[in-house]
Nanobody, 128 residues
Framework: QVQLVESGGGLVQAGGSLRLSCAASGRTFSSSAMGWFRQAPGKEREFVSAISWNGGSTHYADSVKGRFTISRDNAKNTVYLQMNSLNPEDTAIYYC?????????????????????WGQGTQVTVSS
């Protein structure tokens, strides 16, 4: 059983930055690909970014490429999402999720939102 707890969300002005953290419990974290999703009000949940077990491979949605950076620290059982140049369209609840089925990123798992375990989410609000 893996539990994920996100933190770091909040209110920020457009152009600002936030760093989200996702702390994991459980021994499978370090061997799992991990990712971030978001869900804006009235919209479906969407894939944001994913990272392989050792951080050697990363993937981003086009909407965040060049602005967001995903990373992980397996010693701390934590995955991060550094978000820069935020704009109001980034306002959403951000969720951390993991795929225990592979160490590398199976992008179809993340695109389809078929991760094994999920956090409760953290709210990010970007004001204009």
């Amino acid at each position: 059983q893996v539990q994920l707890v996100e933190s770091g969300g909040g209110l920020v002005q457009a152009g600002g930055s936030l760093r989200l953290s996702c702390a994991a419990s459980g021994r499978t974290f370090s061997s799992s690909a991990m990712g971030w999703f978001r869900q804006a009000p009235g919209k479906e949940r969407e894939f944001v970014s994913a990272i392989s077990w050792n951080g050697g491979s990363t993937h981003y949605a086009d909407s965040v490429k060049g602005r967001f950076t995903i990373s992980r620290d397996n010693a701390k059982n934590t995955v991060y999402l550094q978000m820069n140049s935020l704009n109001p369209e980034d306002t959403a609840i951000y969720y951390c999720a993991g795929d225990t089925g592979a160490t590398m990123v199976r992008i179809w798992v993340f695109i389809q939102g078929r991760c094994d375990y999920w956090g409760q989410g953290t709210q990010v609000t970007v004001s204009s």
